[in-house]
């Protein structure tokens, strides 16, 4: 699907065309004319057919089309003469299931185009878009500013989630801590196997940002490049943080088992107290059942309740003395 | 077991000759006289003298053929002068048992021919080869694209294993979480020997793989350097599975040890309840039983029901209890 | 706010200005005539306005001063034209609550000034400044004087905290050790947690101390260097003993565990030895509760003590036996 | 002791020394008069005397003189003027205590000369140079072809070792899997202990085999490179074999551990069954044990069969319900 | 404390001063007038004072001398300008408690000068000085030469150490895989935290040695460099059986986990099946209680002695069952 194209002059929107077929794009491209100028294409999981014409007009290397089709790619950035290809994976936290969901962003990057695929329902770029062509800053940088204001954007969705998983671990945490009996392993689980997705879309993500704040990628000038390392730098902030919670969920794991491991023992410290107040009696029980002739309590009048108060006092006894050495 | 063997004259299959001996290979190899014309051997665990009358005539060094002959090897390219020889793991998965099995594929790529050697029951080149006849615009490349195609065709089916294992670890995750008892730490190792196995046969491939798409190897033209590059892309990609679903076992792992933890624990509370049910009954049975000549009880009429009411009641109220106190 | 403000000449304080504003910021910076001679403003969690302000006379990079405002970055080390940024994290440990707690320091090192920007409660920078203006060495030194004493103190900090980590790790060790009953994985996941937290604030800054110590930014004159090389081994003493503490934790974590195993089985042994001491005479009452009519000890006139004495002797014979054995 | 000398002209043994001594040693150097043409002095854990005699004669370095005699040195490769200096581990496999043991050789390798010495009983020299002398060919390639023909048949000899090892973890997990009550640990410890010392051999020999097949010292033509990457890959396979074992017997040693927690709870569940199945009729036993006048079934002729039918049938309906669910 | 002080010429002591004393400094140093000659100060602890006259005269750099008085510095080695200051970590074993022990030497290297500031007990230099003086070689290497003398001494001791670890580590093996019950976390703790200490002497030494071995340092002249590989050597040796002792420890550990996980299941099944042994004769004595009037056992002459022959028969059943199955 198009979602949205125009033509950019000065920073400014000029001209959008939304019908998109072959014909309608080389004439947009030839519209191009001052140095920054340029066409935004905007398209979200498109057919096959609407890409290969937009890849007829703009040149687009063949295999990066296919990677934008089929998305499940790792971030990268390739460049094929002329034109840079990225590849950034979306990340969104779903409040209702606690979940992290992932889409893709396909995006190159020519000289006086830039065409975005997108994958996926988070990260929308239209919103993206209208704040650049409010600004009108970035815009002038060209194609190159259009890169770094996605970038910028999805890598700031990342320390979202981040931040959202921060909050999980810290519930996580207050879980395994509390004093009730929890089966924490399931959800540490879960939280270890979004922050792996997480570390998926950051990691690989590096290597392209880097570059691009080195100055070695054409599409961007040297200017730009502290805006890259800014960017970078929040990717570090991202992968640090995912890293350390990770640790810290493995560590809340351990503690958990050692918590599985006390109440256990607990547990067989209360079961067993709480037997020794019934064993102990029925041998008094016991002791008052046997058939010896000559039992003086048997014949006394009140042997009965002697017996049952000696059966009450020996629990009542026990009773106190585990209470005190902490086993009920 | 000579497999198939055909002279391609621009990317077109233009002699095959099946029978084989010294002199056949020398006159096929001779009937080459255009760039990009190749000679291409397709072998099928040979024996010594196969080999070794093709290593003659194509001068294969001694010590390849050997690693060809022998099988086993790790993947690893290297160059002997004028010659590329690679050697490459091949993996496919069993679906009756759920099992990685694995073959290899020894390759010795020169100017004029590509001779395949291939050991085990997978990734048969026989389909790669008429795929490629039928497209011809891999083959036009020369040997560089027999030497593409088989790589991409070996590292597609490492993908379509390893989407497997995903499968089986979510199934195994299933299993873990579940309320049943199960027993799957056996499942866990023998996925993770599985991942060992994919490992050993993706890892060391991707030195190979990055020097074939940085344009190092003079097999390899420049301007086929992308198509490498995406192989090792998909090679990452593999890895990257690889290594998280290692991580995501060893916790499911971990989850699973607590698990059982906790259902020894939950199975102790249930034992000690149960044990109670009979417990207090027998003991109010042994007060009954004790010889008193004064017990009022034990001349009423309705003693013996009320004492089994006593036990019903005790029983019951405990019952309760414990069943309140999620014991039960 | 602004919390000092002064011009050094020759490393010593000449004029200090607290007002504040653009203005007075211009006229200060133009008293600045001779080399070394520079203005150092500093301040606490200012307001955008009182950053802008500095900002706009000093030239300081918006994406430096954006860092700069909103704290919670990562330490690292810029350099914009002719001006070197720097972030650093604060750690002071809170005696009362056995804390570590953050703060950060935002540096902007100009030729001829300094801007401090200081969040959080910790390393209040008044004291140091006090201290340079009295020993005028490092002054003389100019701008860079300033940021090597403002990491030295910062990173000497670093250190203070380590040690008192280390104090609180002995703690845990002796606890572990103890043949108490102690409940340690939660202070021993505190402590990584605080781990974390300092290795988080230490290892990204060991980049730009190096590259302080090479010599290689331009705010840094030549001698200055064996001073930052020797911040750079204390930092790297840091980092060692922060990540040795760290396996120290997890080594004494699973010793935890393992004592919570060896006392588990203790008392395992205890409970079952104490119910011996109950069910052997329980068996003995049975027996002579029979109701065989030829039982000799029945009619025996010391049939009943005897008894009591056998359920005693047999009780104190496994008392002997349990405790000889270690169970007991 | 001086086990075997030799001069070697055209790659062919001419002449034999056995009787060694500094003035023979000299001798016997003086003789070597064409390019290729070598001594070969083989010893087996020398005295001081024999080998300080050699060293003066050849020249050899006193640290590595010392390194050769005193043994227990790392494996490594230096170079000494004109000369080279290798140490190797030696392993092999006891069959009879499943275990594995260490020697170690040390080479001089100068352009006239090479000087092996020997330590402790595994990889004989004496069978390596005999094949050598029927082969010729090595032989020919001067006192490099030795260095090779060593290192290739002690490097061959830890492939053999890791095979065996491989049938020793296959073992262990075939045990630790099986359903019988085995202590695995041990046997696990033991083989990892092994696999250490092997990795001791075999991880710091990579580096010198890299030096040789790179063509980088001198002893080594560079024709005979792709023999020592053929050496090189066989060293990367055992290293990578080594490393898969030691995760593999991780893995299992943490089935192992889940295998004795799941018997624990097979085993408490089955004990509290049986526990079950002998309370139940004590409470019937304990039921009509008790002294009410009014209880018919104890006036009934049947009474009593029909008490010991109900604690059968007890016992026998709970054996099933036990079983069941699995607890028997 | 000035321990010792002499200028040695031509590598021979020829004069010693122990009084100290700036001006004594000066005159001493001004003797030195051939290459190769040099004063030697050796110190314990020194105060303030003694090291800033020894400083002032030989013109050692204010930070270097600060580190050489506190002490607890990282191994390192520092080049000012015409100097080489090295910080060495010195361990020793003490036998009667088990425990390594560290202290440090500073030294600073120049020209014509060592001086040597040593704290802590171990590692005295006095008898390494004498063993220098009386072997006259290494002294005539110049200051280099004490510098390898020292280093190597120093080094040869953290040998010995790590050979008394190993000891260690042999001895908590065979408590481990005792049959006795031994608690062994706590000393394999120690032995963690011990070997903690060594690395933290070693790593940081290999870097300044490696620089050393390269030849990269003025003080050591290039002949030397073999010697300082032969102390990287060692160095490399030490780092290993580190590394290979603190995994095994963490495989004895666990395995000291199964152990304990083991004797829990075997004590668990022992107390069962002890259970069992007094609870059915329980059984036995509860039926025989049974108030059932036609219960032909009970009128029998030999009732009461077949009842305790039927109850030591299944109690004897029972344990030959239990026997045989491993239970007891």
Redesign the interface.
């Known amino acids: 699907m198009i979602v949205d194209c125009a033509l950019y002059r000065d920073g400014q929107r000029s001209e959008g065309i939304h019908s998109g077929g072959a014909q309608h794009w080389r004439e947009l491209r030839e519209m191009v004319d001052a140095d920054g100028d340029f066409v935004w294409i905007g398209m979200f999981e498109p057919d096959a057919e609407e890409i290969h014409e937009v890849a007829e007009v703009f040149g687009l290397?063949p295999?990066a089309v296919e990677?934008a089709v089929l998305a499940h790619?790792?971030p990268?950035l390739?460049r094929?003469d002329g034109m840079v290809f990225l590849v950034l994976k979306t990340l969104w936290y779903v409040d209702e299931t606690d979940a992290v969901e992932t889409g893709e962003i396909a995006m190159f990057v020519g000289e006086d185009f830039v065409v975005t695929v997108r994958h996926g329902q988070g990260n929308e770029l239209h919103t993206a878009r209208e704040e650049l062509e409010s600004t009108r800053k970035v815009l002038e940088h060209g194609p190159g500013g259009v890169l770094y204001a996605v970038i910028d954007r999805v890598v700031d969705e990342y320390l979202a989630v981040v931040d959202e998983l921060v909050v999980d671990v810290d519930e996580i945490?207050a879980s395994v801590?509390s004093t009730e009996?929890t089966?924490d392993?399931?959800r540490?689980?879960v939280l270890?196997?979004e922050l792996?997705e997480v570390r998926?879309a950051v990691l690989?993500l590096r290597e392209p940002v880097f570059r691009l704040s080195s100055g070695s990628v054409p599409a961007v000038p040297e200017s730009a490049t502290?805006?890259f390392?800014?960017v970078a730098?929040h990717l570090?902030?991202a992968a640090?943080t995912v890293d350390?919670l990770d640790?810290?969920l493995s560590?809340?794991?351990?503690?958990?088992?050692?918590?599985?491991?006390?109440?256990?023992?607990d547990?067989?410290?209360k079961?067993?107290a709480?037997?020794?107040l019934?064993?102990?009696?029925?041998?008094i029980?016991?002791?008052?059942?046997?058939?010896?002739?000559?039992?003086p309590?048997?014949?006394?009048?009140?042997?009965?309740p002697y017996?049952?108060l000696l059966?009450g006092a020996a629990a009542g006894g026990l009773w106190f003395w585990f209470k005190r050495s902490?086993w009920l």
């Open positions: 290397h295999l990677d790619q790792r990268k390739e094929f945490e801590f009996r089966n392993s399931t540490i689980y270890k196997r792996a998926r690989p502290p805006f390392r800014d730098d570090a902030r640090e350390s640790a810290l560590t809340a794991f351990d503690a958990h088992l050692a918590q599985i491991s006390v109440q256990q023992n547990d067989m410290r079961i067993s709480g037997a020794a019934i064993v102990v009696p029925t041998l029980a016991g002791i008052y059942g046997m058939n010896f002739k000559h039992m309590e048997l014949a006394w009048a009140y042997g009965y017996a049952l059966m902490g």
